[in-house]
């Protein structure tokens, strides 16, 4: 009924659904099936959802409706997949009837079963039928790098937060099944760890943390170049960790730890551990230890009562922490959370203000930061070329891909994955620009 079936894929959402859908898509080539870039050349599409947001849901659900008019062509099902109907199902199946199959987020291992039912019957909602799958995965980025989900699930049940709702309790992955997971990915320069949250890695699995440990396993493997570390919670940072990054070689001078504010009486409520005094202390200790650390955070701006006096105060503590790099979100009101409830929601127009103001404010620090590099050498990743500068890009130590800035470089030559050492002959407030010595001598 398959037989000589076309699949595309469309990923929405953060990098730990990009994992999800990289298993999803190893299913489609095990079976046999092609896989197409094209939308327009697919019988089947499975669009992987995010819901984390409102925006985020929209965003769902316009892409469903906007890979339906496709029907014309060779599209035969569309495949709905993901938080959204994790979450969702019981009001999605009746009203997204765009969608023929519905599957959960650990529903991977039903997809193919999933699609022959809906050529037999119509529409199919198997959400929370499956199991999670544990095979290989397709990558979706550029063959150098990947990312490696460690964990699932949260328990820190933040106020603004659907996470736990939607991924449940915090899972950890078994240390053996990751180690050959990340050797299965073949010669990465560079694996970055992701979860909800990396630095509870195995309390739950193994009844204490096991995070640095599984840090070093992966860093013994000869095809991981280096290890970056995103998601790490602050009040998880211990000794050893900190430790860790600064002896480890392998392991990338950088840290991303979401903070989302620094005012005590916003962080209580919504229910962050640690305070604005432990916030900056960690930052401190972390830059006495590691000299050259890159740390990046995020914030919400908006948070219901949050006071003009609290937005001031969280630029100045961003003046004062000096972080590499930063995210700024408006606070997002959720339904099934408890900050939904909470009086003194702020207008939507008073929280993009404050987004703004606070962008405004970590421009500057970071522009600053760049500034410092102009007429040194820095080594670059290269990460491919951009076409449109007409020249080569990638990023150094405090650059995660997607979501930091980027170097942008000439050279006489340079191979995606390759490591460079890139003069920088200019800044901006978010990327960098030089040349390869070979370049600057060539071109004299």
Not at 19 to 32: C, K, S
Not at 324 to 337: I, K, L, M, V
Request: proline share 3%; with cysteine.
């Amino acid at each position: 009924m398959l037989e000589n079936k076309v699949f595309g894929m469309i990923s929405l959402g953060c990098d730990k659904n990009r994992v999800d859908a990289e298993r999803l898509l190893a299913i489609v080539r095990g079976r046999g099936f092609a896989v197409t870039d094209d939308i327009s050349e697919a019988n089947i599409l499975i669009v992987n959802t995010c819901a984390f947001l409102d925006s985020a849901r929209r965003e769902a659900i316009e892409t469903v409706l906007d890979c339906n008019s496709y029907r014309g062509g060779k599209l035969e099902k569309i495949v709905v997949t993901g938080c959204l109907p994790e979450k969702y199902i019981g009001e999605l199946f009746p009203s997204l009837t765009e969608g023929d199959v519905f599957l959960g987020c650990n529903d991977a291992d039903k997809l193919i079963e999933a699609i022959e039912l809906s050529y037999k019957q119509g529409r199919v909602d198997m959400v929370h039928k499956g199991h999670e799958s544990e095979g290989g995965r397709t990558l979706t980025t550029p063959l150098h790098y990947a990312y490696l989900k460690i964990a699932d699930g949260c328990n820190n049940h933040c106020t603004y937060c659907l996470i736990p709702k939607i991924r449940g309790k915090y899972r950890s992955y078994p240390m053996e099944k990751l180690v050959a997971e990340a050797e299965s990915l073949g010669d990465l320069s560079e694996l970055i760890l992701v979860a909800q949250d990396t630095t509870r890695y195995g309390e739950d699995l193994y009844g204490e943390n096991k995070f640095v440990e599984l840090i070093r396993r992966l860093s013994a493997q000869e095809n991981i170049g280096s290890i970056r570390l995103l998601y790490c919670y602050p009040d998880v940072i211990g000794e050893e960790l900190i430790e860790e990054i600064a002896v480890n070689p392998k392991v990338v001078k950088y840290i991303d730890i979401p903070l989302q504010h620094s005012e005590d009486r916003i962080l209580k409520l919504m229910n962050r551990k640690g305070s604005r005094a432990e916030y900056l202390s960690l930052i401190r200790k972390l830059k006495e230890r590691i000299p050259d650390i890159a740390i990046r955070s995020t914030f919400i701006a908006g948070f219901p009562t949050e006071t003009e006096e609290e937005v001031a105060a969280l630029g100045d503590f961003l003046r004062e922490a000096k972080l590499t790099n930063c995210g700024f979100f408006a606070y997002s009101r959720e339904p099934d959370t408890p900050a939904y409830r909470l009086k003194g929601q702020i207008p939507a127009r008073v929280k993009q203000k404050r987004v703004r103001e606070l962008y405004r404010v970590q421009e500057q620090i970071s522009a600053e930061y760049l500034r410092s590099f102009v007429g040194k050498q820095v080594e670059v990743l290269c990460d491919g070329i951009d076409y449109d500068r007409k020249c080569f890009v990638g990023r150094a130590w405090w650059s995660a891909p997607d979501i930091d800035g980027k170097i942008y470089f000439h050279a006489t030559e340079a191979e995606q994955g390759e490591r460079c050492l890139v003069t920088v002959t200019g800044s901006d407030s978010y990327d960098l620009f030089g040349e390869t010595e070979e370049y600057h001598e060539s071109a004299k």
